[in-house]
């Protein structure tokens, strides 16, 4: 009798792994990763809409949810790849250059403008075409 429970134990925990093992291969098919800021605004809607004000809600969250703000302000600041390059405009170079002369020199803005004016008159040049195009569209 002994030997027969035993044979019949282990096919039961056999038979048990078996389908354990099928069912998480079949969930993690299944499985739609849903991100944490899918996550945490699903928490915070909820909150607010069972009448909770939207800064309470926020609260509640972060306090019953440990974890999920940070990983949820990871995802939003990460930085997205393959950002295209951002062309600086000549009025930003110009703006640039008077707020370094300003620092540096201890300037009034007047002054400062003056100076990158004298100091590099092709940034002035640009600057003023680039303002003549935009006032002419």
Known sequence: MNAEMSERILKRAEAIER???KQTATSTRTRKRVTATARWKAAVAKCIDSGMP?????????SDNPGLRAKMLAEVNAKPTGNPVVKRTAKQDFDDEVARFKAERNMSHRDAVKAVIKD???LHKAYIDEA???GNR
């Open 19 to 21: 389908a354990r093992k």
């Open 120 to 122: 590099n008159p092709e």
């Open 54 to 62: 939207r800064a309470k809600a926020i609260r509640w969250v972060d």
């Open 132 to 134: 003549n195009q935009r």
